[in-house]
C-alpha cells in the first residue's frame, strides 16, 4: 500500500488524503457555485493547505487552476481574469477588496475562509458538502500567466495529461527531484510560482513529509534542516545566497548532513554563490533549466557543474534540444542562438488568446521561450541571456515593457527605458532610465508612490538614473546594454 504523505503547517500535521477529502468537498461547492469542466477559476492566497487544496478541487472537476501573484495590483488582476475567462476567483479575506473591484459581474468570488458579506467560503463547503466525484482524468497542467516583450502578461495552456501518459509523467517528476516516500522536505517560496506548487504536490503524491512555510527566512530553514532532519530542498539561487550570508557561526551551528539532495532554478545562479554551496553542503546540488511554457529541460548534477562551470546540463529524459538561428536553421555546437527543446513526455502548451504568439514560438516539434544560449560538444547547454531584455530578480520575472508602460503614464515623464542591474543579492534588479518634461521636478520616491497603484512592488525600480545622452541606434532603438553603464 502506498504510504500517504504528510503536510506540516503552522505546526499541524495533515495527511494528504485529508487534503484530497477536503478538496473533493470544496469541488462540491464549485460546482453548485456553476464551475464546470474547463473552466477557468483564479486563485489569490498565501501559502496554506488551503491553497492545495483548492487546486485539487478544481482540477477535481476538470476545471482549470489560475495561480496569480499576491503582489498584483487591481489593474493587473483585473486584466488576467477577463483574458482567462475565470468564472470563479478565489482569494484570501486580505485580498477580497481588490478582488471585488477586478471582478466582473460573471466571475463568482469565493472566500478562501469562512464565509463572508454574501460571498460564500471554501472552508463552509469543506465542512458542509458531500464529497464531489471525480470528472473524468484531471488536468496535469495549469493556465499560468507571464508577460512577454509586449509587457502585457501571457496566459500559459498546458495541454492536458490523461490514463498511462499522466501516470508517466508523474514517475518523470518523482525522478527529476528525486522523490519517494522517505523524502523530508520544505516549500518556502509562494505556491503560486508553478515549480513551488509542482514540486509541493509532488513530494506528498510520492508519500514524502514537506513542511510548508508562509515564506523564506534563510535562519528558519537551517532550523528546519537540523531540527527535522530534512533531506531534500528546492531553493532559487537568492535563497542560497541569503542562506550563505548568515553568519559563519550561524552556519557552524547548523547540521546539514541530512540533505542528500538539493536542487535549484528559475534564475541564473551566480558561480561564487554556486561553489560557496557546494563547498558548504557537499556535491549534491544539481541545478535545472525550464520554463512555464516548456516545462523542466535540462538539469546538471554537482560534478557536471563543476566540471563545465555555467552548465545548465544535458537535454531530460526524452527531450531533445537544439539552437537555431534567426532563420531557424539548426546550428552546430559552440554556436550562440536561440534554444528550442521538443516536447518529449512533457504536455505541450500554447498562450492563450494570442494564436500568433504561440505560432512565433514553434519550429515544427520544438518551441523556444526566447533564451539565448549554446551547446558544447558533448550536448550540455550554457544560456548568455534569459531573453534579450528580461530581468530575473530573485527568481521572479520582471519585463522591462510593461514597467515602462506604467512610468510613461506620468503626466512628467517624457521618455523611459528599464534595465536590469547586477545586484549581490537578488542576481539582478531593475533601473530606470528617465527623460522628465520640460521644468518637472520629480523625485524618485515620487515616482514610486505613482507605481503603486499601477505595479506589484516587486516590479518598482530600485535604482533611477537620468542621463543625458541616451545610446540610441540610428533607428531610434536604445541599446539596453550600453545604457547600463549610465548607472
Given at each position: 500500500?502506498?504510504?500517504?504523505?504528510?503536510?506540516?503547517?503552522?505546526?499541524?500535521?495533515?495527511?494528504?488524503?485529508?487534503?484530497?477529502?477536503?478538496?473533493?468537498?470544496?469541488?462540491?461547492?464549485?460546482?453548485?457555485?456553476?464551475?464546470?469542466?474547463?473552466?477557468?477559476?483564479?486563485?489569490?492566497?498565501?501559502?496554506?493547505?488551503?491553497?492545495?487544496?483548492?487546486?485539487?478541487?478544481?482540477?477535481?472537476?476538470?476545471?482549470?487552476?489560475?495561480?496569480?501573484?499576491?503582489?498584483?495590483?487591481?489593474?493587473?488582476?483585473?486584466?488576467?481574469?477577463?483574458?482567462?475567462?475565470?468564472?470563479?476567483?478565489?482569494?484570501?479575506?486580505?485580498?477580497?477588496?481588490?478582488?471585488?473591484?477586478?471582478?466582473?459581474?460573471?466571475?463568482?468570488?469565493?472566500?478562501?475562509?469562512?464565509?463572508?458579506?454574501?460571498?460564500?467560503?471554501?472552508?463552509?463547503?469543506?465542512?458542509?458538502?458531500?464529497?464531489?466525484?471525480?470528472?473524468?482524468?484531471?488536468?496535469?497542467?495549469?493556465?499560468?500567466?507571464?508577460?512577454?516583450?509586449t509587457g502585457r502578461p501571457k496566459g500559459v495552456c498546458r495541454a492536458?495529461?490523461?490514463?498511462?501518459?499522466?501516470?508517466?509523467?508523474?514517475?518523470?517528476?518523482?525522478?527529476?527531484?528525486?522523490?519517494?516516500?522517505?523524502?523530508?522536505?520544505?516549500?518556502?517560496?509562494?505556491?503560486?510560482?508553478?515549480?513551488?506548487?509542482?514540486?509541493?504536490?509532488?513530494?506528498?503524491?510520492?508519500?514524502?513529509?514537506?513542511?510548508?512555510?508562509?515564506?523564506?527566512?534563510?535562519?528558519?530553514?537551517?532550523?528546519?534542516?537540523?531540527?527535522?532532519?530534512?533531506?531534500?530542498?528546492?531553493?532559487?539561487?537568492?535563497?542560497?545566497?541569503?542562506?550563505?550570508?548568515?553568519?559563519?557561526?550561524r552556519r557552524a551551528t547548523a547540521d546539514m548532513g541530512s540533505l542528500r539532495f538539493v536542487i535549484h532554478g528559475a534564475a541564473p545562479c551566480p558561480p561564487n554563490t554556486k561553489r560557496a554551496f557546494i563547498d558548504w553542503i557537499g556535491p549534491i546540488v544539481w541545478e535545472y533549466y525550464g520554463s512555464t511554457e516548456m516545462g523542466m529541460i535540462s538539469r546538471s548534477d554537482s560534478r557536471e557543474w563543476l566540471e563545465r562551470p555555467g552548465t545548465l546540463g544535458r537535454a531530460w529524459s526524452g527531450r531533445r534540444l537544439q539552437v537555431r538561428d534567426d532563420a531557424g536553421t539548426v546550428l552546430a555546437a559552440g554556436a550562440v542562438g536561440e534554444v528550442f527543446a521538443d516536447f518529449g513526455p512533457a504536455p505541450d502548451f500554447v498562450y492563450k488568446n494570442l494564436p500568433d504568439t504561440t505560432q512565433r514560438a514553434r519550429i515544427g516539434d520544438f518551441a523556444t521561450n526566447g533564451d539565448i544560449g549554446y551547446l558544447d560538444e558533448a550536448g550540455y547547454l550554457f544560456l548568455l541571456d534569459r531573453r534579450e531584455d528580461l530581468i530575473v530578480s530573485g527568481g521572479v520575472n520582471i519585463y522591462p515593457a510593461e514597467v515602462e508602460a506604467a512610468l510613461l503614464d506620468h503626466p512628467d515623464i517624457d521618455d523611459c527605458a528599464v534595465v536590469g542591474l547586477p545586484d549581490p543579492d537578488l542576481g539582478r534588479i531593475t533601473g530606470a532610465a528617465l527623460v522628465l518634461r520640460d521644468a518637472a521636478d520629480l523625485d524618485d520616491q515620487s515616482i514610486l508612490s505613482w507605481l503603486d497603484q499601477r505595479l506589484a512592488r516587486f516590479k518598482h525600480p530600485r535604482r533611477f538614473c537620468r542621463p543625458v545622452d541616451w545610446p540610441r541606434d540610428a533607428n531610434g532603438k536604445i541599446n539596453r546594454r550600453a545604457l547600463i553603464d549610465a548607472f
Open positions: 500500500m502506498k504510504k500517504d504523505g504528510v503536510l506540516v503547517f503552522d505546526g499541524a500535521e495533515s495527511q494528504f488524503s485529508d487534503i484530497k477529502t477536503a478538496a473533493a468537498r470544496g469541488a462540491a461547492g464549485l460546482h453548485e457555485i456553476g464551475v464546470g469542466p474547463g473552466d477557468t477559476v483564479a486563485i489569490l492566497m498565501r501559502n496554506s493547505p488551503a491553497y492545495l487544496e483548492a487546486v485539487l478541487g478544481i482540477e477535481r472537476i476538470t476545471g482549470m487552476p489560475v495561480p496569480l501573484n499576491c503582489g498584483l495590483t487591481e489593474p493587473e488582476i483585473r486584466h488576467i481574469l477577463i483574458d482567462s475567462e475565470a468564472v470563479a476567483f478565489i482569494c484570501d479575506p486580505e485580498f477580497l477588496a481588490v478582488a471585488r473591484a477586478a471582478c466582473s459581474k460573471r466571475c463568482q468570488l469565493v472566500s478562501s475562509g469562512a464565509a463572508t458579506d454574501g460571498l460564500p467560503g471554501w472552508t463552509d463547503w469543506v465542512v458542509r458538502m458531500s464529497p464531489v466525484p471525480r470528472a473524468g482524468a484531471a488536468s496535469f497542467g495549469r493556465l499560468s500567466y507571464t508577460s512577454g516583450t492536458p495529461l490523461s490514463g498511462e501518459s499522466r501516470a508517466a509523467f508523474a514517475g518523470l517528476i518523482d525522478d527529476w527531484f528525486d522523490l519517494g516516500p522517505d523524502v523530508r522536505s520544505a516549500t518556502l517560496g509562494p505556491l503560486y510560482h508553478s515549480i513551488q506548487l509542482t514540486y509541493a504536490m509532488a513530494v506528498l503524491r510520492a508519500g514524502g513529509r514537506l513542511y510548508l512555510e508562509r515564506g523564506f527566512d534563510a535562519d528558519r530553514l537551517l532550523t528546519l534542516v537540523d531540527t527535522k532532519k530534512l533531506s531534500h530542498l528546492n531553493l532559487v539561487p537568492t535563497m542560497m545566497q541569503r542562506m550563505l550570508s548568515l553568519p559563519a557561526e
